[in-house]
């Protein structure tokens, strides 16, 4: 930079990279862009699939688009804020990120069209602040009330599960999602996951998938000598141990006599035994601990009819306290009868050639549940489960707020229209913004017209036509021709919709806000003296350009 008398003055470290204007905002619309091409072809229920495979080799195969985003690589510091966005939406719907982001990478795209036509950046944000607005508007209008239809939300799981790959239990697998969700809905903790277990079992058919109102454990009893199963089941929740802690490396203990160390050895059992006995005394029949169980721990528990497991997760205690009431104990010793929590039936059964498992069922008023999943490999049972993940998602939204809108394009088509409406009645260079707005909205049923194999273009043309009739219809993929997808049974949340316009227009702006990018030289590790050059860390690859 050069000082007011014509001498440069450096401000920045030497190998420092700097761009600004137009050419920053290029740069970083096209990273933007490519993160939407990754999961564009993604879309719909004939959308592709992705193999993403990890620094050790294991392959992912899957069309969600959260997991997608999430599994990538990606280093461009700007490709990176649209991916967290993304997840912003994922974490806060559950679903409707391929739509975020296909909607945000389209915006940026129509934005640097404005901006090869000298349209400030600022009036671009502007004009896509009062689009999102309006677009909410016309979404909110035109949302139905579906408040108790519990067939309607068969159609919102059946739509969000199609084009999963699942497709082969589509009636059983949106069965399971609802009947989830209303276990649930009224109990939900931050995610889904705090309150419903997916457990995979590989082997057997998919139909046989099924609930379970309680929890399921990958655990089985710590004695053979315990029964396999517990009707009407009092069950403690032990944080701690039941065992005696092991001297610490510098504690000594000095035995001169035989018969001291057999009195030791009593003393020992008698702390144990007496914690048992605390437990009996309650009434409990089955003990799930934390930590460790000790042999003599095992064996009296065994004597007395008493189902045990060690090392249990804490997240499965956790939710084991949801399904049956009982509270987490630290001191048995403290140990009082209104602690346990109860269920119908507890047992260990056989899973598979060699796997146990133990089931805790029959829970009333569970708050917590179990998914058993069945499938014939590991990718289909983990594809199966980010496709209930979404399913039990949008299902939850529609029970808490109601409201739904047609799918298969059909909200997109009406904003687009409306935006244009819009925009004829302002002035200045904002209605340019809006009406490229109202155009990247639109790529959502031309994305779907193109992943099912037709002429997006036609399609596309078809909708419209159909929206200056008064009619509000979507994309029909199985004919290409437009279609009246409340008949059809094609639904979707309207927090979905409106979120992923929300979620794209704050990524769009967010990124079209940067006019100066400024990179430090990224520093190389170097060996330390006296150290072999072959005894470090590799340098960083360099930041791929998009």
Known sequence: MAGLSGVPVIIMKEGSERESGKNAQHRNILAAKAVAEAVRTTLGPKGMDKMLIDGSGDATITNDGATILREMDIENPVAKMIVEVAKAQDDEIGDGTTTAVIIAGKLLEKAEALLEQDVHPT???????????????????????????????????????????????????????????RAVVGFEGKDIEENIKMVHIPGGRIEESSINYGIVLEK?????????????????????????????????????????????????????????????????????????IGVFAQGYLANRGILAARRVKREDLKMLALATGAKLVGDVMQLRPEDLG???????????????????????????????????????????????????????????????????????????????????????????????????????????????????????????????????????????KPADMMAQGVVEPLKVKTQAIKSAAEAATMVLRVDDVIAAKREEMTPKPGQSPHDYTMPQMPMPHY
């Open 342 to 480: 109860s269920a119908a039936l507890v047992e260990e059964r056989r899973v598979g050639k060699e796997k146990q498992m133990i089931f805790v069922e029959g829970c009333e008023k569970a708050r917590a549940i179990s998914i058993i999943l069945h499938g014939v490999s590991d990718q289909l049972l983990e594809e199966m489960e980010r496709a209930l993940d979404d399913s039990l998602n949008v299902v939850m939204d529609v029970i808490r707020s109601g409201k739904i809108v047609p799918g298969g394009g059909a909200p997109e088509i009406l904003v687009a229209e409306n935006l244009r409406q819009y925009a004829s009645t302002l002035e200045g260079r904002e209605q340019l913004a809006i009406r490229a707005f109202a155009d990247a909205v639109e790529a959502i049923p031309f994305t779907l017209a193109e992943n099912s194999g037709f002429d997006p273009v036609d399609s596309l043309a078809a909708l419209r036509a159909n929206q200056g009739e008064g009619k509000i219809y979507g994309l029909d993929i199985a004919s290409g």
């Open 220 to 292: 089985e009893r710590t004695s053979p000598q315990m029964p396999k199963s517990i009707k009407n089941a009092r069950i403690m929740l032990l944080e701690g141990t039941l065992e005696l802690k092991k001297l610490g490396t510098d504690a000594k203990i000095t035995i001169t006599e035989a018969k001291n160390l057999s009195s030791f050895k009593e003393g020992e059992e008698k702390i144990i035994k007496e914690q048992v006995d605390a437990i009996i005394a309650t009434g409990a029949n089955v003990v799930f601990c934390e930590k460790g």
């Open 123 to 181: 009036v671009i944000v502007q004009g896509y602040k009062q689009a999102a607005a309006k677009a909410q508007e016309v979404l909110k209008k035109m949302a139905i009330d579906v408040s108790g239809d519990q067939e309607m939300l068969l159609k919102i799981a059946r739509t969000s599960i199609r084009g999963k790959g699942t497709e082969m239990a589509l009636d059983r697998l949106s069965q399971i999602s609802v009947d989830a969700a």
